[in-house]
């Protein structure tokens, strides 16, 4: 990817940078979880060892869950409270930008 000419700088007054800011918040405080020190996708990939399925289905998986678990509250099933909070919006958010990571690396083969 090329590099910016000029560093770019998010203004956590304008409403896209902010979830941008959040986004970024959300994955920095879960990277320990999904992997390694030095990869910290690591654990899409040990999912596609165990599963005999590719990085990209596990990630998407996880973001499945999220979105049905979404699906469900915009659906009227109070049960799935939880899945509304600012947390779970986030969480599903970050899956899609793991997933075009992953796919750029080339974890869908």
């Known amino acids: ?9 998010l203004n956590p007054d304008d409403e896209f940078d902010a979830i941008l ?10 990277a320990k979880q999904y992997g390694t020190e030095s990869d ?4 899409f990939y040990d999912g596609a060892i ?10 998407l ?3 499945t869950k999220h979105e049905s678990a979404l699906r469900k ?6 049960l799935h409270e939880t899945a509304a909070s600012n947390d779970a919006v986030i969480d599903r958010t970050v899956y899609a930008i793991l997933f075009m990571i992953l796919y750029r ?5």
């Open 73 to 78: 509250w915009l659906d009227g099933d109070r």
């Open 1 to 9: 990817m090329p590099a910016l000419s000029n560093p770019l700088v």
């Open 61 to 63: 998986t996880y973001a």
């Open 105 to 109: 690396r080339g974890a869908y083969k």
């Open 21 to 30: 800011i959040d986004l970024k918040r959300m994955h920095a405080k879960k």
């Open 40 to 43: 910290p996708h690591d654990n």
């Open 50 to 59: 165990r599963l005999h399925t590719t990085p990209l289905d596990v990630c």
